[in-house]
């Protein structure tokens, strides 16, 4: 099994983090993606999600990104909403388990 804590959508080739909270979801899945090859896994071992915004306005944005990259893995998923994270520019953290098909 991999466990990835929660990622925030950091580019870092760039080191920014973009505005838009879609932008967001699509670098923390990117980085994940990279941890759980990096581990010898791939997304589709992922069986779990957890999905943290600061504002669930923002839950359709990310789920536009999630379902592009889960739409058929469908793990299992929770979204909590937060009062805030480490740095007010993030917008969304998530974390995932995965297990080995």
Do not use: C, H, W
């Not at 925030?8 to 670098?27: E, H």
């Not at 990279?34 to 915004?53: N, Q, S």
């Not at 793990?75 to 520019?89: G, H, M, N, Q, Y």
Request: proline share 2%; hydrophobic share 50%; no cysteine.
């Amino acid at each position: 099994m991999a466990f990835v804590a929660g990622t925030t959508g950091y580019d870092y080739a760039t080191m920014a983090m973009p505005g838009d909270v879609g932008a967001q979801a699509a670098n923390a899945l990117a980085t994940i993606e990279g941890a759980l090859i990096e581990a010898g896994f791939a997304m589709a071992d992922v069986v779990r999600a957890t999905y943290y915004v600061t504002d669930m306005g923002d839950v359709d944005a990310v789920f536009a990104e999630t379902g592009r990259v889960f739409a058929t893995i469908r793990p299992a998923a929770t979204i909590v909403e937060v009062s805030r994270f480490l740095k007010s520019e993030m917008k969304v953290e998530i974390e995932v388990t995965a297990k080995k098909r």
